[in-house]
T-cell receptor
Framework: EADIYQTPRYLVIGTGKKITLECSQTMGHDKMYWYQQDPGMELHLIHYSYGVNSTEKGDLSSESTVSRIRTEHFPLTLESARPSHTSQYLC????????????????FGEGSRLTVL | KQEVTQIPAALSVPEGENLVLNCSFTDSAIYNLQWFRQDPGKGLTSLLLIQSSQREQTSGRLNASLDKSSGRSTLYIAASQPGDSATYLCAVEETSGSRLTFGEGTQLTVNP
């Protein structure tokens, strides 16, 4: 069973607000990811991290930032929320995909559904 | 750039049928391929992961195959049940091991 948690599950805020979506995992995974998904649509990679102090931009990263100060924690921050940010945000983690014990399997949190008015 | 396509986009079957979901990818230099299930408004649950050196993986009523050379994977669901109704996504991890590329998913409905 995956142990990856996202908060808040649901958030409604006004335009211009700064928000941070939290993601924590207790599996000791090095790799973590943030995806954005609109209803019925494909996932888009926002940011990812190989480990502590490592962050990489994905396809939709220009309006958000992440940090990786601790292995278990990978928060996503929107400095100034806009209605176009209304979406579901999914956090995921995985072990490195090498070696017989490390399969690279990806575990997802339940998601944070953001609505910006 | 890797592109992942899933066919069909939606599928509706009566309970008990065996069915096949298809996934194709454009760059065969992949590290692994995963199949996920997503229920409405929820995150994704990993179903099966196939390493690039493997040809198939099985878990219960699910069997996933991988043909790297042709850029294809299939997810076979035996004796489908209403509880199998969900969106099924495939994703490939590129050789660098840094990111996954997802397909748009197949929305499956199994009717009682």
């Amino acid at each position: 069973e995956a142990d990856i948690y996202q908060t808040p599950r649901y958030l409604v805020i006004g335009t211009g607000k700064k928000i941070t979506l939290e993601c924590s995992q207790t599996m000791g995974h090095d790799k973590m990811y943030w995806y954005q998904q609109d209803p019925g649509m494909e996932l888009h990679l926002i940011h990812y991290s190989y480990g502590v102090n490592s962050t990489e931009k994905g396809d939709l990263s220009s309006e958000s930032t992440v940090s990786r100060i601790r292995t278990e924690h990978f928060p996503l921050t929107l400095e100034s929320a806009r209605p176009s940010h209304t979406s579901q945000y999914l956090c995921a983690s995985s072990k490195p995909g090498w070696g017989t014990e490390n399969t690279g399997e990806l575990f997802f949190g339940e998601g944070s559904r953001l609505t910006v008015l | 750039k890797q592109e992942v396509t899933q066919i069909p986009a939606a599928l509706s079957v009566p309970e008990g049928e065996n069915l096949v979901l298809n996934c194709s990818f454009t760059d065969s230099a992949i590290y692994n391929l995963q199949w996920f299930r997503q229920d409405p408004g929820k995150g994704l649950t990993s179903l099966l992961l196939i390493q690039s050196s493997q040809r198939e993986q099985t878990s219960g009523r699910l069997n996933a195959s991988l043909d790297k050379s042709s850029g294809r994977s299939t997810l076979y669901i035996a004796a489908s049940q209403p509880g199998d109704s969900a969106t099924y996504l495939c994703a490939v991890e590129e050789t660098s091991g840094s990111r996954l590329t997802f397909g748009e998913g197949t929305q499956l409905t199994v009717n009682p």
